[in-house]
């Protein structure tokens, strides 16, 4: 089994690094280094989702939590840091991820994506054979957060499996695949040390409000329109955001390096069928009528080339590293819930300034 000491976490002010930071932190996961968490907080950061972590981690002479502000694109800070802190381990999730900020505006997710991937894997790659000599016998680990996007869409049956040959269908899969290529390219080419997961539609707190799942949610605390892209019938396959954690944290320790693992919640929905289940189970926590709310359910304008099903087949990662999910859809969907009807402070400060430009440039047109 890998350890490691240093592990540079990119990306850990979102919503699945942040989860993952309080994972590692956790004694569930067994590690006992230090976290660094670097990010650039645009709007989808914020430092605010690991005060508590901060505060229990971050301080003494020898800090297991440290934040540093900075931007995955800009090659000098990444050397700074990879060498300030002696890492070890890498763990690459900073993107740019909601695909409809994609359709409305590319550019950020080219540059960070893409550019700023290769920006990581070409720092990580010349400190490391710098300290080690050969890349391969290296003890470190650079792991890659990918989607199931970027395999496309499928039809009524059949699953993604890590052989799924790439088709990226809006700017941000297509970012990530290319940002999924640079990675094996990096193996393949230099030897550096490599593993890459492709995980299915993550739920769970501290997502930012602009996803399905914690729209929804507090659009019915509010009473305002459920928007609902095209017929509703697109299917996704969730799974609670701890569940993923668990997952790449056993691929870093135990995945073959330079294999590929597909992770996902083996938990399809038709989006207007869990908007139905969400309903019934805010009604419940909030006493509110589930008629009432059934009612701001609204047909809009659909998303442009809308992949229309996503299903992943995990085998590979059930059966060779002896992964499963621990998170019932039920259970997972209730502490969701929960989360964001009590955690009112957090969402009123990450639904400033720029959420509601986003949602008059999104729906407003729909
Ligand atoms: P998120 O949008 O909540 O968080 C992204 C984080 O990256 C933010 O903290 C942001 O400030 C930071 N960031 C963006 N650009 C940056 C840059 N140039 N430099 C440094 N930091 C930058 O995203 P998420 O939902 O937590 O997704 C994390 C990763 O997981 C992404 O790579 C995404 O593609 C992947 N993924 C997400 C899901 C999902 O359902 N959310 C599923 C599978 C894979
Ligand atoms: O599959 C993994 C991907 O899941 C990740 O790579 C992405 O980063 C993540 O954002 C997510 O992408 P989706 O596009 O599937 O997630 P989103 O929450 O945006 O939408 C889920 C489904 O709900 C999708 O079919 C579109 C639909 N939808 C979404 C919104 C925001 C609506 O019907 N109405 C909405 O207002």
Redesign the pocket.
């Known amino acids: 089994m890998r350890t490691f000491t240093n592990i540079f976490i990119?990306?850990?002010?979102?919503?699945?690094?942040s989860n993952m930071i309080r994972y590692l932190l956790s004694k569930e996961s067994g590690f006992s280094g230090r976290v660094i968490n670097?990010?650039?907080?645009?709007y989808?950061?914020?430092p605010e989702s690991l005060s508590d972590i901060a505060e229990r981690f971050g301080g003494g002479p020898a800090p297991r939590y440290v934040f540093v502000k900075?931007?995955?694109?800009d090659r000098s800070a990444m050397e700074r840091v990879i060498r300030e802190y002696q890492v070890d381990a890498i763990i690459h999730?900073?993107?740019?991820?909601?695909v409809d900020r994609s359709i409305l505006g590319p550019e950020a997710f080219v540059t960070?994506n893409v550019l700023?991937t290769y920006t990581l894997l070409d720092v990580a790659r010349l400190y490391w054979q710098e300290r080690y000599g050969s890349l391969s016998a290296a003890p470190v680990l650079f792991h890659h957060?990918?989607?199931?996007e970027v395999y496309g869409s499928l039809g009524d049956s059949g699953y993604f499996t890590e052989n799924t040959p790439y088709d990226p269908r809006s700017p941000y899969s297509a970012s990530?695949a290319g940002s999924d290529h640079l990675v094996m390219a990096y193996h393949h080419t230099y030897g550096l040390p490599i593993t890459l997961t492709n995980?299915?539609?993550?739920y769970g707190p501290y997502?930012?409000p602009e996803?399905l799942i914690p729209l929804m949610i507090l659009n019915m605390q509010e009473a305002k329109p459920l928007p609902v892209y095209g017929d509703g019938k697109n299917i996704r396959d969730w799974l609670y955001v701890e569940d993923?954690n668990s997952a790449v944290w056993t691929v870093m320790q135990k995945g073959r390096i330079g294999e590929k693992y597909n992770i996902g919640g083996e938990n399809e929905w038709e989006n207007i069928t869990l908007l139905h289940r969400l309903i019934d189970i805010v009604a419940e926590e909030t006493g509110k009528d589930p008629e009432q709310l059934q009612s701001l359910i609204t047909f809009v304008k659909d998303r442009p080339g809308h992949d229309r099903r996503y299903a992943i087949d995990c085998t590979k990662l059930k059966t060779e590293l002896g992964w499963k999910q621990s998170v019932s859809f039920e259970e997972g969907l209730r502490k969701t819930v929960r989360w964001y009807l009590t955690n009112s402070a957090w969402v009123q400060h990450v639904r400033s300034g720029e959420y509601r430009t986003w949602l008059e440039k999104n729906y407003n047109q729909r």
Request: glycine fraction near 14%; proline fraction near 0%; charge should be negative.
């Open positions: 990119t990306g850990g002010a979102g919503f699945i690094g670097v990010d650039a907080l645009t989808a950061g914020n900075a931007d995955i694109r999730f900073a993107a740019e991820s909601h960070t700023g957060i990918s989607t199931d990530k995980c299915s539609n993550n997502q930012f996803k993923h």
